[in-house]
């Protein structure tokens, strides 16, 4: 905050402005611009996705020349923020300027936790296992006969419960993570590589129609006498049959990033946790028309093909990623955050929900949002 040394006297052109430090509060003096000082309120708490631009602090884009001898000291209100998050159990920093991204799932009225799939096809897994030794003991000890078709469903339960438990596990967002960990200065120059890329963006549309078929279904009819018999009957069914398929790209002649640069604080943690998004928007007024014209132009043309008619939008990015792991320190990695780790603790040892949770707690999370504009 800047006080005029002479109160009673008014704010001259070149006169002395004494700068007090917030951390000691000794004055420091300079000549200060020539254009008087108007003090702007501090707010505190402002909210999510406000600029924050203080007094102290040049306007983004503005160059800023701060005199030699006066320090700047002003409080980024984030910062208040991610001390906040830092006490719950997912830390989120902000990686990207003027952009701080925030993620509560719900089901209903309940907050779910960011393993809540996890936990429950872990517990299912466990459950089936000790079903079927349920099952056998029972088996052994009674031996009758719906002891013996219980543990034959049990027996059948597990492979298939085990087998949807892999997927889930080879899906999911921690062996995403895993599979693109890359040091820090490999992650920054995979951005900037992204921001440098052109993007495609186009349409895609299918026709089609369903046609009714016939086949022989052969099962087995037991008479009144106990004596089974092989019999035929014809049956009709119905099948997708796709007539005509196109896809056509969006044609613009130059395209402009507008994501931001990655700040410092992914240098903060040692192991970040990157969730990437993308968006493309167009340029100006003429870009939007054309984008239109050139979509209702392919509708029309492929619209009235067949009986039916299916269309979409695509948007891609080469080499785009939705999540990478980012490693400051390779000699401070966990020895265990690698992929081979969370299979073994998770198809071995059955501890899939234990091991993401351990993740979260040596590391933090972070988004970075692509943001492409195109013009025709």
Known sequence: MYFNADSSAPLMENAPIIDYQVDNHNPVLYNSAPVPYNPIPYNPSPYIGQQYNPASAPYIGEQYNQPPNAPVVYIDPQSDLQQKKENKDEVQIQIQPSMFHTEERYWGCFKLSPHARALFFNTLVLLSLALII????????????????????????????????????????????????????????????????????????????????????SYTHTDSNGRTHLRHRTETYQVKVVSHAESERFHYKKHNDKSGIVTNDLLKYNATRIDFTKQWSPGDAKTLRAYQDQLNNFRRRNERRDTHFNMGETFDIPGYSEKMLAIVDLNKKSYFLTVGWCLFFSLVLLQSWTY????????????YHFNKNVYV
């Open 134 to 217: 349920a099952a056998g003991t029972l088996f052994g000890i009674l031996g009758t006969d719906w002891s013996k078709y219980f543990l034959i469903g049990a027996g059948v339960a597990v492979p298939i419960t085990y087998i949807v438990y892999i997927i889930e596990i080879m899906c999911s967002s921690t062996v995403s993570y895993l599979r693109n960990l890359l040091l820090v200065e490999d992650i920054v120059t995979h951005i900037n590589r992204i921001r440098d890329t052109a993007p495609s963006i186009g349409f895609h549309c299918e026709c089609y129609h369903y046609e009714t078929r016939t086949r022989l279904v």
């Open 356 to 367: 993401r949770v351990w993740m979260d707690r040596v590391s933090v999370k972070a988004k």
